[in-house]
Every structure is written in structure tokens, then in C-alpha cells.
Nanobody, 118 residues
Framework: QVQLVESGGGLVQPGGSLRLSCAAS????????MGWYRRAPGKERNMVAR??????????NYADSVKGRFTISRDNAKNTVYLQMNSLNPNDAGVYYC?????????WGQGTQVTVSS
């Protein structure tokens, strides 16, 4: 079972940046899909960004609301997935969850809180 630990959340002012990290307990080379979901207060958890490994190429997908501002990446050597978040606004606030999908099973981290406020 893959264990995922998120870090990097916190309080940031509107327009600021944060980088979230998701460290896996084992090699992510065998994990084709990893990504981030967000649960905003009072709302359902929604996909923010996803990265799919296609051999030597990674494919990324983003929610429309974050395109051009967020960047997802993965470092296989460090077993870590990152989410670089720029130009943050209050609508980006919530708990961010890392997930991994492998061989029909989904794994989730415990979440990290992002607060955007002046």
C-alpha cells in the first residue's frame, strides 16, 4: 500500500505562491497517475491537477480554474510529486490532497491546508 505525505501548505496573501509536495513511501516509477485534489470549505473534493507517466513523457491535466497558474511535476528519483501554485486567490483555498492511482487502486494523503487571505 502506498503512503502519501503532503507538505507545503500554509497561509499566503492573494497573489502569492506556494509549492506543495507529496512524498510517497515507495518508488513512484510504477505509479502511472498522481495528482492533487482540493476540498474547498463546504464543497466536494475536486481534481486540481494530474500527471500521467507515459514512459519518457509526462502528460498533465489541470482544472480550468488553475490553468496557467499551477504546475504539477514529479521527481521519480525523490518519489515526490509537486504542485507549484502561483497567483493564488481566495478561491484556491482549501485542503489539498495528493493521490496516486496504481493497478486499479487509489491512495490518498492526509491533506494539507492552504489559506489565501490578506
Amino acid at each position: 500500500q502506498v503512503q502519501l505525505v503532503e507538505s507545503g501548505g500554509g497561509l499566503v496573501q492573494p497573489g502569492g505562491s506556494l509549492r506543495l509536495s507529496c512524498a510517497a513511501s515507495e518508488s513512484i516509477l510504477s505509479i502511472n497517475v498522481m495528482g492533487w485534489y482540493r476540498r474547498a470549505p463546504g464543497k466536494e473534493r475536486n481534481m486540481v491537477a494530474r500527471i500521467t507517466s507515459g514512459g519518457s513523457t509526462n502528460y498533465t491535466n489541470y482544472a480550468d480554474s488553475v490553468k496557467g497558474r499551477f504546475t504539477i511535476s514529479r521527481d521519480n528519483a525523490k518519489n515526490t510529486v509537486y504542485l507549484q501554485m502561483n497567483s493564488l486567490n481566495p478561491n484556491d483555498a482549501g485542503v489539498y490532497y495528493c493521490y496516486a492511482y496504481r493497478l486499479g487502486s487509489a491512495y490518498w494523503g492526509q491533506g494539507t491546508q492552504v489559506t489565501v487571505s490578506s
